[in-house]
């Protein structure tokens, strides 16, 4: 009896029996060769948390085709597939997982026996990408698969870092990163979405120091005006020219703070001036760092005010914002509101 090929193609019941017979006869590993020139790409490690999508599928196509054309030329090939821990995005994966299962967080367990579920996590569903990229028929030689927290990856990563430092190409110093307050850990900028959102704009008094009047300051985050370390206006502005270099008072901690001017400052915005954050806001830090003024952190980890706050400290963040506006609303001879 014949047997008839089918009228349409079922990649499932062929691709899979050939890449493994690929596999099997060790067509895709990297062997050195001192007849052949060797030919090598590190794959972009993509993260064990994630899915394959069209930017990866593109990438490894292009990687792909090089390295098969290259092997096909007599090079020694190797194109060397890997994976990233992805840390933020895995530990948010396992604290869901403990959260619905369990009722716990990672608190509950502690840092040994947490790390330990991570690493079950990893092991159980880390690799489902690999699986993927095999489906796409990607030619690399997976017995020499890295993963980044490999002792030796790790080891490398530490050994350039100390390299660059003692060669004083890179520096240790304070700067403003993206943090969650909820996960306690610094976020990349490829980890953060901006969205905008409708807020309040309060108008708040400064007396300057010498007696002579005030600033009105308009600002979106009144909870961190116990970290404010000067006042900035547009050095254009001919409406504060005769206060820069002057003083003024912090309202709830009674500290004098300088008048700077600045070019960030936009004249249209608010009143022209600006409270000055620098521990807490990039901008302000930048500026805070051209005119050397302090920068005084009032918020911890976990977005509660510290023990630089005065009064308020202890107070989550939000609960701040509303006892500052309280206590300037009934203790300051101007207190306005705007919406945005």
Known sequence: M?????????????????????????????????????????????????????????????????????????????????????????????????????????????????LERVWDWKNTYGNRIVEQQKKLGASCDWERARFTMDEGCSKAVREVFVNLYEKGLIYKGSRIINWCPHCTTALSDAEVEYQDKPGHLWYIRYPLTDGSGYLVVATTRPETMMGDTGVAVHPDDERYQHLIGKTCMLP?????????????????????CVKMTPAHDPND????????????????DNGVVNEN?????????????????????????FIKLKYI
């Open 2 to 114: 014949k047997k008839e090929l089918p009228k349409v193609y079922d990649p499932q019941t062929v691709e899979a029996r050939i890449y493994e017979m690929w596999e099997q006869n060790g067509c895709f590993r990297g062997i050195r060769d001192p007849e052949k020139k060797p030919f090598t790409i590190v794959m972009p490690p993509p993260n064990v948390t994630g899915q394959l999508h069209m930017g990866h599928a593109m990438d490894c196509t292009l990687q792909d085709i090089l390295t098969r054309f290259k092997r096909m030329q007599g090079y020694a090939a190797l194109w060397l597939p890997g994976t990233d821990h992805a840390g933020i995005a895995t530990q948010i994966k396992v604290e869901e997982e403990l959260r619905v299962k369990e009722n716990l967080t990672r608190y509950d367990l502690g840092r040994e026996k947490f």
């Open 252 to 272: 709830l901690m009674d500290r004098e703070i300088p008048i700077v001017a600045d070019e960030y400052v936009e004249m249209d915005f608010g009143t022209g």
């Open 285 to 300: 830090f930048e500026v805070g760092l051209r005119h050397d003024l302090e920068i005084l952190r009032v918020l911890d």
């Open 309 to 333: 706050g005065g009064r308020y400290n202890g107070m989550d963040r939000y609960e701040a914002r509303k006892a500052v506006v309280f206590f300037i609303s009934f203790n300051s001879p």
